[in-house]
C-alpha cells in the first residue's frame, strides 16, 4: 500500500481499456462512464453526489478517477412500516400470524416482534420495526456501479463478441480486454463485460515502454501512462496539446489553421499521442474552390488546411499523427501521397462541371424526386420561381421580380453536378462558381449560393436582396407544401427541418425589416401548390399558427419574457419593428407604474369587450363629450389623457416606441382613481355611451406600441 493511502477513504481509479471506439462518440462515452459511476457510488453512500472526479477517455479507453471514495458505506437506519395495530396483535397483545409472516418477509430476527414502535394513534396506530441497514462495501457497490453504468451508456450501436472461454459472448460497443479498479493503491474485485479486475493496463500500442503496464496507485494514473504508456489519457488534455501544436505550427509557416470544433474533437478521438507535422500538396490544385479543397481534407482525411493572412488558402496542411518518429519523413510522404487523389478527384470533377452550363441541368431535374406528394425538383423549382417573383415584385417592382425568378430557376441545377455529388454539403457554393463561369450577374450567383441561408441558428443571411427573395420563397415552398400534406413536426422529432426554415424566414423577415406581410406569404406559397391533390389548402392557418409559436419562441431565446412577447406580438407589427418595440416594453415594465396600468388596461378591454357588436362600433372612435363629464375622477382622467396622449402619440409617430410609453406613466393615478369613483354602467344611456367613449379612447392611447393587457399579472 502507497504510505499516502487511507485505507478508509481514497481516490477510486476504474479504467476499461477498449478496442478502438468510435470517435464521435467518445467524448460522450468518456463523460457517461464517469459521470454514472460516480452517481450509482454516491447512491449507495459510498461517495459524496458532488465528489470530484476526473473523466479520461482515449480511442482504446474509458477511465475515471473519484476522490474519497469510503471502503465502506455507514449503516443506515431503516423502518419498516408494517401493518395496523388492530391486525398486528390480538387481544391480550401477542402478535398475530400475519405479523410473523410479515417479520418474516423482511428478514426480522424471531425475537423481532418484542420490540417494534407503535405510531400514530387511534385506528391509525401503525407497527414499525427499525432495523440498521449495513453499508455497502466497496466492492459490492463497485460491482452494481459498473453493471448499472456499462447498461445505459449512449452507445450508437452495440457488438455482440466471444470472451476468452469461447463459449460465453457479451455485448458493448467494442471488445473490451482489461479492467482496472484500485482504491488508492488496492485491487477492488470486481468484473465486468467477462473480465477481472486488476491494476495492470496498456500504452500506446507502437510507443509504449513495455507491453504491459501497473498502475501502483490511483493517484499515479495518468502520470504513469503519460511516461511509460506514451498516451495523455484525458480528452480534454489531449485536445489542448493538439490545439497547442496546431497553433505552433502554423505560426511557424506564417499561417492560420481552419478553425474547426467537430474536426479538433474527433482527432482527438483518433489519437493517444498527437503529433503536429506539417505537409504540402501541388500548388495547381489551388485552381479548385477552396471550399471543396477543405472539405476534402477534413471530411476523408481528417487534415486541417492553412490559411494565409488574407484567409486564403495555401497549398499546405497540419496533420495529426499517433506516433513521433525521429525522422517523420515518411509520415509526412504517405499523407502527401493519399491526399493527392482526393485532390485530383475534386479537379476533375471541377472541370468537367463546367462543360455543362447550370442552364443545361435544369430539365435534368423534372427527373429527380423531391417528394412522392409534391412531385419532383423541377416541378419543386417552378413553385419556388412563382412565389419568387411575386415577392420580388412587392419589394422591388419587375426588376427584382425577373432577377429572382432566374435565380429561383438556376438555384437546384447544382445538385446534378459530380462534385455535389461526391460533396452534398457543397450545394448551393458550387452552383455560384458555376453561374460565375457561365458568365452570369454576380447577384444571381450569390443568390444561388446563399439561398440555403441561414442553414442553422446564427447563420448569416443571403448577401443581397435576390438572395434574401430566394430563400424566402425556397424556405416558404417547403413550409408550405410539408404542412399542405400534413407531414407536420412533432414533439422531438422534425425529419424536414421546418423549425429552422420557419426560423430563417421569421430572421429574413425581422433583420431587414421586410415590408411583407406574413399571412400574405403564405397564401403565395400555398397559391403556388394548386393542382396538387395532396395538398389541403386549410393547412395556411396551421402553418400560421406554427410560424407564431416559432416568432415567441426565437424572441423569448433572446431574453425577452412570454408576456413581453404576447405583447408587442398581438398587435402585428411591422416585422422591422419588433426588437424595438420590446425594448420599449420591458423598459416600460420596469417602471413602478406598470403593473397598475397594465392590470387597468385588461380591466378597460374587458369592458370593452362585453359591449354588444353595434355600441362597440359607437363608442370605438367616438369623441368624448366635455360636457357629461360629471364626476371630477372622470374630468381628471379626461385631461391627463388629452395630454399625456399628444405626447405619446408624437412619440410613437417619430419612432420613439419607449417615449411613447413612458408617458403612460402619468395616467396612473388618474386611472386609479376614475376606477375608485366613477361608474362606467350609469343608468344615464347618454352618460354610460360617453364614459365608455373615454375608456375607448384610453384602450387606443395605451395600446399603440404593444397590448398592455398582457403584461398584468
Sequence with gaps: MSPHADPVVAPLLVELRVEELPPKALNKLGDAFAQGLRAALAAQGLCAADAAFEPFASPRRLAV?????????????????????????????????????????????PDAAAGLQRVGEGKAETLVWNSTLAGA??????????AETLTRLPIPKLMSYQLADGWSSVQFVRPAHGLVALHGAEVVDVTALGLVSGRTTQGHRFEAAAAEIEIADARLYESVLAGQGAVIAGFAERRAEIERQLKAAATAQGLVPVTDAALLDEVTALVERPNVL??????????????????????????????????????????????????????????????????????????????KPLHDRVAGLDRVVYHGKLGSQG?????????ARAIGTQLGGEVLAAQAAQAAHLAKADLLTDMVGEFPELQ?????????????????ADAIEDHY???????????????????????????????????????????????RHALGVL????????????????????????????????????????????????????GYSAQEVDAVVALRPAWGEIPQRLAAVRAFAAL??????????????NILKKLAEADAAEVANAPVDATRLHEPAEQTLAAALAEVAARADAAFERGDHAASLQALAALKVPVDAFFDAVMVNADDPGLRRNRLALLAALHRAMNRVADLSRLAA
Design 65 to 109: 478517477r473519484i476522490s474519497d471514495v469510503r471502503i465502506r458505506a455507514a449503516d443506515r437506519a431503516q423502518a419498516h412500516k408494517l401493518m395496523p395495530v388492530t391486525v398486528g396483535l390480538d387481544a391480550t397483545g401477542a402478535p398475530s400470524a400475519a405479523l410473523l409472516k410479515k417479520l418474516a418477509a423482511i428478514g426480522a430476527p
Design 137 to 146: 462495501t466497496l466492492a459490492a457497490g463497485l460491482q452494481t456501479a459498473l
Design 278 to 355: 506539417l505537409c504540402r500538396f501541388e500548388r495547381e490544385f489551388l485552381a479548385v474552390p477552396p471550399e471543396c479543397l477543405i472539405l476534402t481534407m477534413k471530411a476523408n482525411q481528417k487534415y486541417f488546411p492553412l490559411l494565409d493572412g488574407d484567409g486564403r488558402l495555401t497549398e499546405k496542411f497540419l496533420v495529426v499523427s499517433n506516433i513521433r518518429p525521429a525522422d517523420p519523413v515518411h509520415v509526412v510522404q504517405g499523407n502527401e501521397r493519399v491526399v493527392r487523389p482526393r485532390l485530383a478527384d475534386a479537379k476533375f470533377f471541377f472541370d468537367q462541371d463546367r462543360k
Design 379 to 387: 416541378e419543386r423549382m417552378q413553385r419556388v420561381v412563382a412565389i
Design 428 to 444: 448551393g457554393i458550387m452552383g455560384a462558381y458555376y453561374a460565375r463561369h457561365d458568365g452570369l450577374p454576380e447577384a444571381i
Design 453 to 499: 441561408k441561414p442553414r442553422f441558428s446564427g447563420d448569416a443571411l443571403p448577401r443581397g436582396t435576390v438572395g434574401l427573395v430566394v430563400a424566402l420563397a425556397d424556405k416558404l415552398e417547403t413550409l408550405a407544401g410539408l404542412f399542405g400534406i400534413g407531414q407536420v413536426p412533432t414533439g422531438d422529432k422534425d425529419p424536414f427541418a421546418l423549425r
Design 507 to 558: 430572421r429574413m423577415l425581422m433583420e431587414r425589416a421586410l415590408p411583407l406581410a406574413l399571412p400574405d406569404l403564405v397564401a403565395s406559397a400555398f397559391a403556388a401548390l394548386e393542382g396538387l391533390p395532396a395538398v389541403q389548402p386549410e393547412r395556411a392557418g396551421d402553418l400560421l399558427a406554427f410560424f407564431h409559436d416559432r416568432l415567441t419562441g426565437l424572441l423569448r431565446d433572446q
Design 592 to 605: 413602478p407604474e406598470a403593473p397598475a396600468l397594465a392590470a387597468a388596461n385588461k380591466r378597460v378591454g
